[in-house]
């Protein structure tokens, strides 16, 4: 928590200069500042995540959510993460997933975008589909099943156990360069899990 609160104040005042006319290369400083910010709150939120759920402290907050506001700002999101490479990014939101859901949407927010920064890591070129559909309900259930499909390497069969280990990274040779602690998986895991749901892998 005591490096969060510096970082964020770092990523907010590089915010309010870049909102002010700068010189070409001044604006593309402030840009890897605020990017590498962005990126070290990232891997600060994932390791307080993780400390708290290994110490049985993280409770889910329920509450009554709309699906499709949650979704609003991924896209972006996810691509300024694809960047300039040659990938198209894809929904296929179910129409009767009702407007009113209850649970921790935060969190659920927070496994999806987990699973699509993977797969923009992970895919050179090709597309990025998120397909979210009703798999049944029962009373006042509903089971959501959420599923991401890419055109990106691929992972090969002795490796698909080891995906959500924290501290992970798969093909340590071939993923040498990409960045990550290798936490997204195994929180988005535990999240689920902490969810009473299932979560799983299937490629080639």
Do not use: C, W
């Amino acid at each position: 928590h005591e490096i969060r609160t510096p970082m964020n104040a770092i990523v907010g005042i590089t915010q309010l200069m870049l909102r002010k006319e700068r010189p070409r290369q001044d604006r593309e400083y402030l840009l890897n500042i605020q990017n590498s910010g962005n990126a070290l709150l990232a891997m600060i939120n994932d390791l307080l995540d993780l400390s708290k759920i290994e110490a049985g402290k993280m409770e889910l907050v329920e509450e009554e959510y709309d699906l499709m506001p949650l979704l609003g700002d991924l896209g972006m999101m996810i691509l300024n993460r694809i960047g300039d490479k040659p990938v198209e990014l894809l929904f296929d939101i179910d129409p009767d997933i009702p407007a009113r859901l209850y649970g921790d949407a935060l969190r659920i927010r927070q496994i999806i975008i987990n699973l699509m920064n993977n797969a923009s890591k992970f895919t050179e070129e090709g597309y990025i589909l998120l397909t979210v559909k009703i798999n049944g309900i029962v009373g006042d259930d509903a089971e959501l099943l959420i599923t991401v499909k890419d055109t990106g390497q691929g992972i090969r069969k002795e490796d698909i156990g080891k995906l959500f280990g924290s501290f992970q990274q798969v093909d340590s040779k071939r993923n040498h360069h990409k960045e990550g602690t290798g936490l997204g998986l195994s929180i988005a895991r535990q999240f689920v899990e902490l969810m009473k749901g299932e979560i799983g892998v299937s490629s080639e």
